[in-house]
């Protein structure tokens, strides 16, 4: 899915919240049992798991980018 050389880095605590909201549902569908903060924590000394981080957050950056190219009609209140 990604390579090991492209690495998603929020550039504050609210995108990091943001994109892991983007997520967050379909991580838990496909990792039944576990969440991302289980994945967090042992991505700091478990190359797998900091492969599947850097994997799934790559999901939420290209999530990120199609919501501000197409963003959602708002219909004025009449």
């Keep these: 899915m990604s390579d090991s050389h492209h690495y998603v880095q929020p ?25 991302l903060e289980d994945v967090k924590r042992r ?3 478990s190359k797998e798991d900091k492969g599947l981080l850097r994997d799934w ?16 009609f708002l219909q004025a209140a009449e």
């Design 57 to 72: 957050m790559a999901v939420a950056a290209g999530r990120a980018a199609a919501d501000r190219a197409h963003p959602p």
């Design 43 to 45: 991505a700091v000394f």
């Design 11 to 35: 550039v504050n605590e609210a995108e990091q919240v943001y994109l892991e909201s983007l997520i967050r549902e379909d991580f838990a569908r496909c990792h039944p049992g576990e969440t």
